[in-house]
């Protein structure tokens, strides 16, 4: 019996992402899970300037794909991963994330990576995965730069 029936995987353009994409096909194919690709584009740097975030968010999202694109390919192509999708919100990310990405989708696992903030950027702006750690009910996966 499969223990995860639905993956989610927190992309970040970010050293790990890659790693992040690997290790989420392997688990989700294992498992035979649902796996999402998701990403979110941090609005507040661009909140006074009047930008248009489902323009902004459809774009980022082709570039991801982009990025990844060997990846979900792989995804799309094997047979033990019944469905493969990609999403991108903009939006206070931590909020956003949790909130019109992850909760929706309902997974079991969550796979994110480890930005190794220095300690000063890490007072001031926190961890996403530090977040996704305490405030999801389900497993939370943090794959760890090399």
């Known amino acids: 019996m499969s223990q995860y029936k639905r993956i989610f995987a927190a992309l970040d353009g970010g050293k790990t992402q890659d790693m992040v994409a690997e290790r989420a096909i392997e688990l989700a194919a294992k498992e035979h899970a649902e796996l999402l690709f998701g990403h979110v584009v941090d609005s507040v740097p661009y909140e006074a300037a009047?930008?248009?975030?489902a323009a902004l968010a459809a774009d980022v999202k082709e570039k991801l794909e982009e990025s990844i694109a060997d990846q979900l390919e792989a995804a799309r192509n094997n047979?033990?991963?019944p469905h493969v999708e990609v999403v991108?919100?903009?939006g206070r990310?931590?909020?956003t994330l949790s909130?019109?990405?992850i909760e929706p989708f309902e997974p079991d696992?969550?796979?994110?990576?480890?930005r190794g903030l220095s300690n000063i950027k890490y007072v001031f702006v926190g961890s996403v995965s530090t977040y996704l750690i305490r405030n999801l009910r389900c497993d939370v996966l943090v794959v760890k730069q090399d």
Do not use: R, S
């Not at 696992?109 to 480890?114: A, F, K, N």
């Open 88 to 90: 991108v919100k903009a």
């Open 93 to 95: 990310i931590t909020e």
């Open 109 to 114: 696992l969550v796979i994110c990576g480890e």
């Open 79 to 81: 047979p033990d991963i």
């Open 99 to 101: 909130e019109q990405i």
């Open 50 to 53: 009047g930008t248009d975030f």
